[in-house]
């Protein structure tokens, strides 16, 4: 007899984006006359091509490969040190960050060092969770059993939930309990908020005060625009002592579908055993990637240092520009259509309060039948984000116009 993880049977919806998928191709399914003028502006995958600076690095590294004398086998497991002190310097010291290269850990992509750094951490810890959230910290909690089941709104026995509407600007308050594990993610998906270094400093208070670890979500960064907001968590002071940073290539250079990205353990970063007594975080996480993870590929690692080079800088600027172009036109569109609009000025995701507190998944419904355009709706990433959609930046400038135009179309 083989038995199942239990713990997946009370996560009640399938994945967010799977399931707006289904919805999808019903409805090109059930209108064909629709389908070819459907425009998607749900999940956040980028559109445009990969950056010259990145494509001649991935050809290169090729060409590496494919003579016997410049060809790599396995890459070193934690990253090639050539891609480790790019992102140290660029991301790091250049802003002021003391981050050192060995302290950075290339992987394939934010979402799994999100998932998979529960391996390293135990289940005991009380897990706070923003609302609405990125759906895939709370669902690997829920994998991991580090939760009770859902209520009938949806929200799990045991998560610490904080709520992020716009009366706190989306940004949580400090909760009055004791969180272990805080995960916050800003810019934020899915609101497109951005946190001051005041609020991010009264979180790194609030975690070295109860020894807490703050899991920091920052693969929108590079779409910030404002001076004074703070790109990484370590420009925050103590960050070093409580803080974990994920970080990606997906959104800034494209690499949804070429997968690399990083993750940074500070070296002096500690959490406890049941005795009492603390372990390095870093080393536990070293052990856990050596263990499963055989590196990202030498190629995709080439393609990633590209990115730091003076042209791959230029490109990746010009790459931001247009999808926060997409973001000012699709944001002015629903605002003047009426709504009420968030985010998409330092964020690549606009967020719109659904008119008359209509259910999200019905305006889903309504502009997929309406305007053929997909949108992300609220409830998919919590409960309070329910009275709320999300409108995808990530898209041609084509595209975009012809949202903007069909949302000033709607009878909202
Ligand atoms: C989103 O649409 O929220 C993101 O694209 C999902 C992801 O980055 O995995």
Known sequence: ??????????????????????????????????????????IGDVTEALPEAVIEALHAAVDEMGNRKTFRGYAPELGYEFLREAIAEHDYAARGMDISADEIFVSDGAKCDSANILDILGSQNRIAITDPVYPV??????????????????LFEGIIYLPCTDANDFVPAIPEEKADLIYLCYPNNPTGATATKAQLSAWVDYAKANDSIILYDAAY?????DADVPHSIFEIEGARDCAIEFRSFSKNAGFTGTRCAFTVVPKGLAAKDAEGHDHSLHALWGRRVATKFNGTSYPIQRAAAAVYTEAGQTQVRSLIDHYMGNAKLLREAAANAGLEVFGG??????????????PSWD??????????????????????????????????????????QRIGAMAW
């Open 345 to 358: 000025t330092n964020a690549p995701y606009i967020w719109v309060k659904t008119p008359n507190g209509t």
């Open 1 to 42: 007899m083989a038995y199942i993880n239990e713990h997946f049977l009370k996560l009640k919806a399938g994945y967010l984006f799977p399931e707006i998928g289904r919805r999808v191709n019903e409805f090109t399914q059930a209108n064909p006359d629709k389908a070819p003028g459907l425009i998607r502006c749900g």
């Open 363 to 404: 305006i889903f419904d309504k502009v997929l039948n309406e305007a053929a355009v997909v949108i992300t709706p609220g409830a998919g990433f919590g409960t309070a984000g329910e009275g709320y959609f999300r409108i995808s930046a990530f898209n041609s400038r084509a595209n975009a116009e012809e949202v903007a």
């Open 221 to 225: 960064e590079a779409f910030i625009q």
């Open 137 to 154: 910290y709370l669902d690997t909690n829920v994998m991991a059993g580090h939760t009770g089941p859902a209520d009938d709104a949806g």
